[in-house]
């Protein structure tokens, strides 16, 4: 059964930068994408960055120039690395994966992580 479990989230002040990881377990093949979402209270779930297998990024425009995307060493680890954050960054981030195997379509999310940004 394939998990990712996300980790690095936490409470920082404006300005401040985190850096997010994600790490799966269960599968012995590399996913054709991953990346992150947020979705903040009372807001609809958004993409925040992608990655694809053969390293293409994808940004929101919202964060574009102060996040960077990257994947890991370890197999389908991906990284967000989240600088200059402001208020409106505030939420719970979920690592994505997404593809096909052959002609199976998969997705795979994660639980999330609290991201909070206040003074």
């Known amino acids: 059964q394939v998990q990712l479990v996300e980790s690095g989230g936490g409470l920082v002040q404006p300005g401040e930068s985190l850096k997010l990881s994600c790490v799966t377990s269960?599968?012995?093949?590399?996913?054709?994408?991953m990346g992150w979402y947020r979705q903040a209270p009372g807001k609809e779930r958004e993409m925040v960055a992608t990655?694809?297998?053969?390293?293409?990024?994808n940004y929101s425009d919202s964060v574009r120039d102060r996040f960077t995307i990257s994947r890991g060493n370890a197999l389908n680890t991906v990284h967000l690395q989240m600088n200059g954050l402001k208020a409106e960054d505030t939420a719970v981030y979920f690592c994505?994966?997404?593809?096909?195997?052959?002609?199976?379509?998969?997705?795979?999310w994660g639980q999330g992580t609290q991201v909070t940004v206040a003074s």
């Open positions: 269960g599968s012995k093949f590399m996913f054709d994408v």
């Open positions: 994505k994966s997404s593809g096909y195997y052959g002609k199976y379509e998969y997705e795979y």
């Open positions: 990655i694809t297998r053969g390293a293409n990024r």
